[in-house]
């Protein structure tokens, strides 16, 4: 699977399982209604959402531009670290607004949220890779 198929069926799964799990989580750990914890997972889905697709054009066409094909553990680990640290400067005000915090609680309340996406973001890529293979920008014929 290539191109703009792949990147719809990728960000509808990473979202959706994201939503469940953040929103469990949140109203778990933090003590708010579903609603609030689910209202807050969904706006920043459609946030990581519209990220998502930014930043892995850009990182698909950097890798398209590599000498080297294939997808080594380093470069699965600097993705997702500036995948999540980017989505961080972008989520930790939204956090901040909606539940009423400063920046620094919002940071804080954050790197939870870091701290697991970090983790989900570089199992789900591996797994997405190893069910529907590399996307073309990763693979070179001989």
């Known amino acids: 699977m290539h191109g703009w198929k792949r990147r719809v069926v990728y960000v509808t799964a990473y979202e959706a399982i994201a939503i469940i799990v953040t929103t469990i ?5 933090y003590g708010v209604g579903g609603a609030h914890a689910g209202g807050l997972s969904v706006l920043s889905s459609a946030i990581a959402m519209a990220w998502n697709a930014i930043y ?3 990182f698909e066409a950097w890798e398209a531009r590599r000498a080297v094909a294939g997808r080594p553990l380093s470069m ?10 980017g989505l961080a400067l972008i989520l930790v005000p939204v956090v901040a607004w909606w539940m009423g915090i400063g ?3 919002a940071l804080l309340l954050d790197l939870g949220l870091l701290t697991f996406f970090l983790v989900y973001t570089f199992v789900f890529n591996l797994a997405f890779d190893r069910i529907f293979g590399l996307p073309a920008s990763a693979v070179r014929e001989a």
Not at 25 to 29: D, E, N
């Open 25 to 29: 989580g949140i109203a778990t750990l």
């Open 56 to 58: 892995n054009a850009g």
């Open 76 to 85: 699965r680990i600097a993705h997702a670290i500036g995948f999540e640290g």
């Open 103 to 105: 920046l620094i609680e």
